[in-house]
């Protein structure tokens, strides 16, 4: 096929090809038989292709359908499945929440008692505001008799 009909194929197909091609295609048996060709084929294809109007809708559902076959034959590694959502998996993180609940509960509670092993209850009961203590230790020991005062 010669380049004028190659870049006039198209606009031909469509019926606004130039006059050059016309003339080249009269003129050159190849070009004629591919272009003959072309036109029968388009024909054909013409005929298959449905109008605007016609063109079907999907039913509902299908493209949830297609997905769900698309992601069903996917091959799934054992990682994720791990992470994956579904019962299986909200178990697992009420599970870890449940154990890093218990974790923190039972930090904090061994970390209630102060450096000296003592809790607030026993330096309050401890405290004399009568008799001299170290320096260092007064501020603490107020601190907690200040926390722990009720009306």
Same mark, same amino acid.
């Given at each position: 096929?010669?380049?004028?009909?190659?870049?006039?194929?198209?606009?031909?197909?469509?019926?606004?090809?130039?006059?050059?091609?016309?003339?080249?295609?009269?003129?050159?048996?190849?070009?004629?038989?591919?272009?003959?060709?072309?036109?029968?084929?388009?024909?054909?294809?013409?005929?298959?292709?449905? #109008?605007?109007?016609?063109?079907?809708?999907?039913?509902?559902?299908?493209?949830?359908?297609?997905?769900?076959?698309?992601?069903?034959?996917?091959?799934? #590694?054992?990682?994720?499945?791990?992470?994956?959502?579904?019962?299986?998996?909200?178990?697992?993180?009420?599970?870890? #929440?449940?154990?890093?609940?218990?974790?923190?509960?039972?930090?904090?509670?061994?970390?209630?008692?102060?450096?000296?092993?003592?809790?607030?209850?026993?330096?309050?009961?401890?405290?004399?505001?009568?008799?001299?203590?170290? #320096?260092?230790?007064?501020?603490?020991?107020?601190?907690?008799?200040?926390?722990a005062y009720h009306q």
């Amino acid at each position: 096929m010669h380049e004028v009909v190659r870049n006039e194929l198209e606009r031909h197909l469509s019926g606004k090809a130039s006059e050059a091609f016309y003339m080249h295609v009269a003129k050159c048996e190849a070009c004629r038989a591919e272009v003959a060709e072309m036109d029968e084929l388009s024909a054909v294809l013409c005929e298959l292709s449905p #109008s605007l109007g016609e063109v079907p809708e999907p039913s509902l559902g299908f493209y949830t359908r297609v997905a769900a076959t698309i992601r069903e034959q996917q091959p799934r #590694s054992p990682f994720a499945r791990l992470f994956s959502p579904g019962q299986a998996f909200f178990q697992r993180v009420a599970f870890a #929440s449940l154990l890093l609940i218990a974790g923190l509960g039972s930090v904090l509670i061994s970390n209630e008692m102060n450096e000296d092993g003592l809790d607030a209850t026993t330096i309050m009961a401890q405290y004399d505001g009568a008799t001299a203590h170290a #320096s260092a230790a007064e501020p603490d020991r107020l601190l907690v008799t200040l926390a722990a005062y009720h009306q």
